[in-house]
């Protein structure tokens, strides 16, 4: 426990251990994508209710989970080329402790299977047939293996070419990262998604990837991902905006070098998008993406909304 400061304002003084913990404006939760705005309130009246940060990152986003319009995450997301919607997520708490599972088929709320991992198993990583036995030993429901009617009708329309190339900008249908900081300065971060459509059956992006799609430590701050998958497991991309901030950058700096580097990294960069979004312990934001069209959620107590990333290239 830190010693007794007094600042006006500030209701968790005993916890802070020097002036700059209380920069930013605490509970802060982010989340990426429009979805993101819904996912937030969710989460906010999580820990409104009482919830510890961890219950309100995964309560977030399964409601986008949900979601029936949202064909990037949950099982009404776009399958992959045979026809076959799989899920991947992953769940991370400030301390260090982490679950993921990837590849699940019939789970409707991944990232609780994540939690699962996290909390009731030694391992990090449950993938594919493994974490379905798992879901079912732990009483999750399994549904019916059919695509929803939206997801139907544009795989009916994929396959009439069936040609495979990631769309570089879906505003409003991407996968969610969340990152959230309690009002004590715990944090922990949710990602969950379907992945990129018409994937190779198999195919696993960053989000379950603890470093590649989220990264969490309550010494420094927290990032997550969104975009081309492989071009952020390339330059482990959350956990290398981490490290930027430890080695102090602010989050908007250590964003801005993520996505260098990704470029960097990785060819055909014009038909790759990617976004980051982190904080620091001190309730600072950055974001920003490859290309324009990148945008986040960010919401305290009093205040939810969106705003606009920045970008290096500009469309
Ligand atoms: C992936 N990063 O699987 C995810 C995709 C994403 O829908 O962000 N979009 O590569």
Redesign the pocket.
């Known amino acids: 426990m830190g010693s007794a400061l007094f600042i006006p304002g500030v209701s968790n003084i005993a916890e802070a251990k020097s002036p700059a913990l209380i920069k930013g404006e605490k509970p802060l939760i982010l989340s990426?994508w429009n979805h993101g705005l819904p996912a937030n309130a969710a989460a906010v009246a999580k820990l409104k209710a009482g919830g510890t940060i961890i219950d309100a990152v995964e309560t977030g986003v399964r409601d986008t989970e949900l979601d029936l319009s949202n064909l990037?995450?949950g099982l009404q997301g776009l399958p992959d080329r045979e026809g076959i919607t799989t899920l991947?997520a992953s769940i991370m708490s400030g301390d260090g402790s982490c679950g993921a599972v990837a590849f699940v088929r019939q789970v409707k709320h991944p990232i609780s299977l994540a939690r699962v991992v996290m909390e009731k198993t030694p391992h990090v990583m449950i993938v594919g047939e493994g974490a379905r036995q798992l879901a079912i030993a732990e009483g999750f429901p399994i549904e019916k293996e059919e695509l929803s009617p939206n997801a139907k009708k544009a795989y009916l329309k994929w396959k009439e070419t069936s040609q495979y190339k990631p769309i570089i900008n879906?505003e409003n249908?991407?996968?969610i990262g969340m990152i959230g900081m309690d009002a004590k300065g715990n944090m922990a971060g949710s990602c969950t998604?379907?992945?990129?459509?018409y994937?190779m059956h198999g195919?696993?992006?960053?989000?379950p990837i603890i470093g590649a799609?989220l990264f969490v430590d309550n010494e420094v701050g927290a990032a997550t991902?969104?975009?081309?998958?492989?071009s952020?497991i390339r330059i482990c991309g959350s956990f290398l905006i981490v490290e930027l901030m430890r080695q102090g950058r602010t989050p908007q700096e250590a964003c801005e070098e993520a996505v260098k580097r990704l470029i960097a990294k990785n060819k055909d960069i014009k038909d790759i998008q990617?976004g980051f979004l982190a904080m620091n312990k001190d309730g600072e934001v950055g974001a920003y993406a490859v290309h324009p069209g990148f945008n986040y959620a960010k919401a305290t107590l009093q205040k939810n909304e969106m705003i606009d990333s920045n970008s290096q290239f500009t469309g």
């Open positions: 990426t990037s995450v991947d879906i249908h991407d996968t998604t379907s992945g990129l459509s994937k195919r696993v992006g960053d989000s799609g991902a969104t975009g081309l998958g492989e952020i990617a």
